[in-house]
């Protein structure tokens, strides 16, 4: 398996964004939140805009994004400590988890559970889902892609 780590030069870790404190409430614009990912293979052609992070100077109790896929894009099969939901948002794809595949489309909620192997693969007109973990930062979630696509 590839793990991928905050520490890893292909770090998967959403640090341009700005914190706030935990006790402060904010809002943001996701459409002003840039793109990552999408070029490299090891985990597909998926790219995501990371909404709410912390870090060790602003904590925040989980985190919050979006998934972005192109027609028939991909994240590859993967697994991670912490359970992960996925909820559609636009367009539809497959998300496979433990080898069950699971429908995804607007309005459709997903569970993954902690250390489940999953991977996704968006239909003929691309998929956007919001994705979450119970963690305080993104850092913390550590990536192990499967060894068939390693």
């Known amino acids: ?34 793109l990552e990912g999408g070029t490299d293979p090891t ?3 998926v790219r995501w805009r990371t909404l709410i992070n912390g870090n060790s100077d602003s904590p925040k109790e989980f985190v919050l994004g979006i998934a972005e896929f192109e027609p028939h894009g991909t994240l590859l099969p993967h697994r991670h400590d912490a359970a992960e939901f996925y909820f559609g948002l636009e367009g539809s794809g497959i998300v496979t ?7 995804m489309r607007p309005g459709v909620a997903l569970y993954v559970p902690a250390d489940a192997e999953h991977d996704t693969v968006a239909g003929p007109d691309g998929l956007r889902f919001s994705y979450g973990f119970a963690e305080a930062s993104f850092a913390d979630i550590h990536y192990r892609f499967s060894a068939a696509n390693s």
């Open 1 to 34: 398996m590839t793990t991928l780590t905050a520490h890893d030069p292909f770090s998967i870790v959403a640090d341009n964004i700005s914190t706030e404190p935990s006790s402060t409430a904010f809002s943001l614009d996701a459409a002003n939140v840039p």
């Open 43 to 45: 985990f597909g052609t």
């Open 97 to 103: 988890i433990d080898g069950t595949p699971h429908e």
